[in-house]
Nanobody
Framework: QVQFVESGGGLVQPGGSLRLSCAAS????????MGWYRQTPGNERELVAL????????IVPDSAKGRFTISRDNSKNTVSLQMNDLTFDDTAMYYC??????????????WGQGTQVTVSS
């Protein structure tokens, strides 16, 4: 079955960096666009970054452009999110999922446990 396991979150000061990782299984990873979503309490998940089969990258929120980048390793079925210059507004639970492109909706109803990113001074 489809499974996502996220890791790498933590507590970081403003301006700091984190690298999140996601191990995916149960589908044809190398053929699938992958993305990172984030969610804060009371809000819907929003897509933060998308990487296509070709390696093309789309960073969705303007606030993350120039600070976040996404990468994938098809040999390991992993996708990573490098986040630099973190701000308070980046505090959220982060999840990965396959992405329906160009719709940008998550492909699977299954979600991992997520990894919490907290930016605090």
């Amino acid at each position: 079955q489809v499974q996502f396991v996220e890791s790498g979150g933590g507590l970081v000061q403003p301006g700091g960096s984190l690298r999140l990782s996601c191990a995916a299984s149960g589908f044809s990873f190398s053929r699938t666009p992958m993305g990172w979503y984030r969610q804060t309490p009371g809000n819907e998940r929003e897509l933060v970054a998308l990487i296509l089969r070709s390696g093309g990258i789309i960073i969705v929120p303007d606030s993350a452009k120039g600070r976040f980048t996404i990468s994938r390793d098809n040999s390991k079925n992993t996708v990573s999110l490098q986040m630099n210059d973190l701000t308070f507004d980046d505090t959220a639970m982060y999840y990965c999922n396959a992405v329906i492109y160009p719709d940008l909706r998550p492909q699977y109803d299954t979600w991992g446990q997520g990894t919490q990113v907290t930016v605090s001074s």
